[in-house]
């Protein structure tokens, strides 16, 4: 399956922002799909995941609350709702994809990533 991110951009602080993730591919609906991040010098990590159906959610401690994943299989396509964005948020986010939910924040487990979109989030 192939994965493009898309929505980043330049906000404010206390903007809301929602990132898309759009697949190609028929299986799509199978897929978990987990978002990633990763800002200047410090190591990627885990902020949301969604499992086949779009019932199972999960998300990072540190975003919770301010984040929304969703999915339209219809669309091979998840999107991430960001709200009350900070400009610790500022990062370029992954989206990416695996078979299984086990071990969903680990983004050593999902075989397929998109290109990467970039958050920017001013003070």
């Known amino acids: 399956v192939q994965l493009q991110a898309s929505g980043g951009g330049l906000v404010q602080a206390g903007d809301s922002l929602r990132l898309s993730c759009a697949a190609s591919?028929?299986?799509?609906?199978?897929?978990?799909v987990g978002w990633f991040r990763q800002a200047p010098g410090k190591e990627r990590e885990f902020v949301a995941a969604?499992?086949?159906?779009?019932?199972?959610?999960y998300y990072a401690d540190a975003m919770k609350g301010r984040l929304t994943i969703s999915r339209d299989n219809a669309k091979n396509t998840v999107y991430l709702q960001m709200n009350s964005l900070k400009p610790e948020d500022t990062a370029i986010y992954y989206c990416?994809?695996?078979?299984?939910?086990?071990?969903?924040?680990?983004?050593?487990?999902?075989?397929?990533w998109g290109q990467g979109t970039q958050v920017t989030v001013s003070s």
């Open positions: 969604i499992g086949w159906a779009g019932v199972s959610t």
């Open positions: 591919g028929r299986t799509f609906s199978s897929y978990v």
């Open positions: 990416a994809a695996k078979s299984r939910i086990r071990d969903y924040e680990l983004g050593s487990e999902y075989a397929y």
